[in-house]
């Protein structure tokens, strides 16, 4: 099925609730309301939607938003196979196996249940009270590639501006850090039998359970929570607050670009059987190969895409001009495209882009810019502490 396909396919009112229902994501408020923006055929396609009968809409009330919205999660689930049913969770039977007290917090070793026979490892950050009963603001912290996993974002990575688990901590934050399939203490999961269309899927799956977690914990306020990545985990922070709308705030750094602009050499095409073969590995969605051809003009979602569907909530991407993963140029595009949107929703001041002078890199002073915009999206006074 191509992106024109799959873009005519009906969208009707029952579908639209029992999809909330299931996933466990909010709507917005004020259904119907019309929004004043003016919108016209030569703005682009994130404004319309397709009706029930396959004809292109513009978008002008909230109500016909969340058709589109729910059309962009319907592309995202064409090339990484369907989000499981939330409906009837287990217990989420966390386990400490060790635990570190630092200066100003307590890491804990956990693993958890995510679903039946699927336990994730992960480290749980937990903040010294200086207040009794007071309710913490939290983060789900996501590594990128390596294979140390979680360790990466706690300070064990090779390479410099990592450890963003930790610094979160020391700045107040409840974090939990899981390992992504194939990494860490999940190096040997095996994606041609688990029950996933994709690694990334399996992966969103995961981090709405982290979520879950989250909520669970006492000392954790259930409204204030985000999600935060680099690399890897950047774009599958985008991956998960997508689908997850009870993340507040979504960070990538060095995460994305538009399909059109991916490029990491010829060498790595022709590893990976194309330009996009890449994303087409077993842990990320082997069905743009399978299913798609690698072609980007049948892909069913792109990165712009993705960024609408977070708005209004905050969203905040380090792109360095010389990443050589992602071409800033693409994120140039697909920042000016998703901000209609979030112009069209009012929340304009809730998208940030940064294009530091370096490579595939997180360094301090953006870092620090990322911080502050999660302190204000998320309420938070920070504890004073220097960044690295």
């Known amino acids: 099925m191509d992106r024109k396909s799959i873009n005519r396919r009906r969208f009707i009112a029952a579908a639209l609730i ?9 709507a917005f408020h004020g259904i119907g309301n019309i929004i004043n923006c003016h919108v016209t055929d030569n703005e682009h396609e994130l404004l319309f939607y397709l009706d029930s009968d396959g004809q292109k809409r513009p978008v002008r009330t909230q109500s016909e938003w969340r058709i589109k919205r729910l059309q962009i999660l319907e592309g995202m689930q064409a090339a990484m196979g369907n989000l499981p ?11 400490i196996t060790d635990s570190l007290t630092e200066f100003n917090y307590t890491r804990l070793t956990i693993n958890f249940l995510a679903a039946e026979n699927e336990r994730v490892p992960a480290y749980l950050y937990i903040p010294f009270q200086k207040e009794k009963r007071k309710k913490f603001p939290a983060m789900v912290v996501l590594h990128g590639t390596g294979a140390l996993g979680k360790q990466l974002v706690d300070g ?13 901590a020391q700045r107040g934050y409840v974090v939990i850090a899981p390992d992504y399939p194939s990494m860490g203490d999940l190096k040997d999961h095996d994606f041609e039998n688990d029950r996933y269309d994709s690694g990334t899927m399996k992966g969103i799956f995961n981090h709405m359970r982290c979520v879950d977690l989250l909520q669970s914990r006492k000392e954790v306020d259930p409204k204030r929570i ?24 979504i960070v990538s750094s060095s995460g994305w670009t538009l399909m059109d602009y991916y490029d990491i050499g010829e060498e790595a095409s022709k590893k990976y059987g194309g330009r996009l073969g890449p994303w087409a590995q077993d842990r990320y969605m082997p069905l743009l190969r399978d299913k798609f051809n690698l072609d980007p003009d049948k892909i069913p979602f792109d990165f712009d895409e993705i960024i609408a569907a977070l708005a209004p909530r905050g969203f905040f991407s380090n792109s360095p001009i010389n990443d050589t993963n992602f071409d800033v140029e693409g994120v140039k595009k697909g920042i000016n495209s998703a901000s209609l949107v979030y112009k069209f929703l009012h929340a304009g001041e809730m998208l940030q882009v940064h294009h530091p002078d370096s490579g595939h890199d997180f360094p301090p002073e953006i870092r620090l810019k990322a911080y502050m915009f999660i302190d204000k999206c998320l309420n938070h006074t920070p504890n004073d502490q220097e960044i690295k």
């Open 156 to 168: 064990f990575s090779t390479l410099p501006n990592r450890a963003y688990a930790k610094e979160l």
């Open 226 to 249: 985000g999600v935060i990545g680099h690399s890897l985990g950047g774009h599958n922070a985008m991956f998960v607050g997508a689908f997850d709308t009870r993340l507040k705030v």
């Open 85 to 95: 049913d939330r409906s009837a969770l287990p217990d989420l039977d966390v386990q």
């Open 18 to 26: 029992s999809f909330f229902a299931v996933t466990g994501l909010t």
